[in-house]
């Protein structure tokens, strides 16, 4: 029974101590919290103001559902017989400005490869897709127009490899970015 009295009191001990370590002292005097006691009748006034910073913002964010994806096709077929993989993507975009989804990769393909996108609008928004099969490059191009007020839609796209008769044997890696610009 002493046994069990002295651990108690023990963790006990250790409580108190490890509260009195993480416990903010609270400050004793007006002074001390920052106040001006000096508040007579000359140098006091019935107001008092705070300055508030603020900012209203639109949210603009992107994300494709897919890290990774892996396609192929082979030499010598016509430019009409490709691979062609499908992609989801999310998309907020809040504020009254209009906005475009527009996409690029990070390296052009080699000659006589090429890969093309294709993005319907975001499901629930008055936005226009990409009507037809675009091809990437360096630079960024429109896959989405006429983009306002997208609160997390879901969209759906497509990626297609293909590869001319002229085609040399390579393998690779392309990243692609999706971006939301002003329109």
């Known amino acids: 029974m002493k046994r069990v009295f002295l651990l108690l009191a023990i963790v006990a001990m250790v409580v108190f101590v490890a509260s009195a370590v993480f416990a903010e002292e ?5 002074e001390e919290a920052g106040f001006n006691v000096n508040c007579d009748p000359v140098m006091c006034t019935p107001f008092d103001t705070l300055k ?12 494709i559902k897919q890290e990774e994806i892996c396609m192929q096709t082979y030499i010598g077929c016509t ?3 490709c ?10 975009a ?16 080699p000659d006589h490869v090429s890969l093309w996108a294709k993005l319907n609008a975001p ?34 796209g497509g990626l297609k490899l293909c590869a001319g008769p002229d085609a040399e044997k390579a393998a690779g ?11």
């Not at 508030?52 to 603009?60: A, E, H, L, S």
């Not at 499901?123 to 897709?129: D, K, L, P, R, W």
């Not at 392309?174 to 610009?181: C, E, F, G, S, V």
């Open 26 to 30: 609270a400050p004793m005097t007006l």
């Open 52 to 63: 508030i910073n603020w900012k209203v913002i639109p949210i603009n964010c992107l994300q």
């Open 79 to 81: 430019y009409g017989w």
């Open 83 to 92: 691979d062609e993989e499908c992609i989801w993507y999310s998309v907020m």
């Open 94 to 109: 809040t504020g009254t400005d209009v906005r475009k989804i527009v996409g690029k990769i990070n390296a052009n393909m």
């Open 123 to 156: 499901y629930g928004t008055s936005a226009v897709g990409t009507p037809h099969w675009t091809i990437l490059s360096t630079e960024y191009v429109d896959l989405v127009t006429g983009l306002s007020k997208a609160c997390g839609n879901w969209g759906k």
């Open 173 to 183: 890696t392309r990243i692609l970015t999706l971006l939301i610009q002003d329109a």
